[in-house]
């Protein structure tokens, strides 16, 4: 996996996420209390971008149809199996947020895994 940079340390403002696309991924950076989490940035429901979504009590809700996702976890509030995966950042000695990025994933939507599992109980 290679390590990225994704933003200064001294860009983030504490509880504003921010939006960076590294190695074909959107990813969510937010800093809260000089916690810094990095997530992915693309909603599992129907893809919207979370970043414009509001930061609060440990989470942030999607801007589309408010799923609120844990910071910590990625967890949807009250859906433990829907997540965000959620990636690991450090900060460099020059001020940097990295993490490490793995190959980018195909984006499915929630209603085209629903599609898919419909079509799979009908293919008898
Ligand atoms: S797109 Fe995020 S909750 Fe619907």
Redesign the pocket.
């Known amino acids: 996996m290679p390590v990225e940079r994704l933003v200064e340390v001294d860009q983030l403002i504490d509880g504003v996420p921010v939006r960076v696309e590294v190695s074909g991924q959107a990813l969510l950076v937010v800093m809260i209390d000089n916690r810094i989490h990095v997530m992915s940035d693309v909603?599992?429901?129907?893809?919207?971008s979370?970043s414009e979504g509001l930061v609060r009590d440990g989470c942030v809700t999607?801007?589309?149809?408010?799923?609120r996702f844990d910071l910590d976890t990625g967890e949807r509030r009250g859906r433990p199996d829907v997540r965000l995966t959620l990636y690991g950042a450090s900060t460099t000695a020059d001020g940097w947020v990295e993490v490490d990025v793995p190959a980018a994933q195909p984006v499915v939507s929630l209603r085209e895994a629903l599609l898919a599992h419909a079509r799979s109980q009908t293919d008898v």
């Open positions: 909603c599992p429901h129907n893809g919207a979370l999607c801007p589309s149809h408010l799923w």
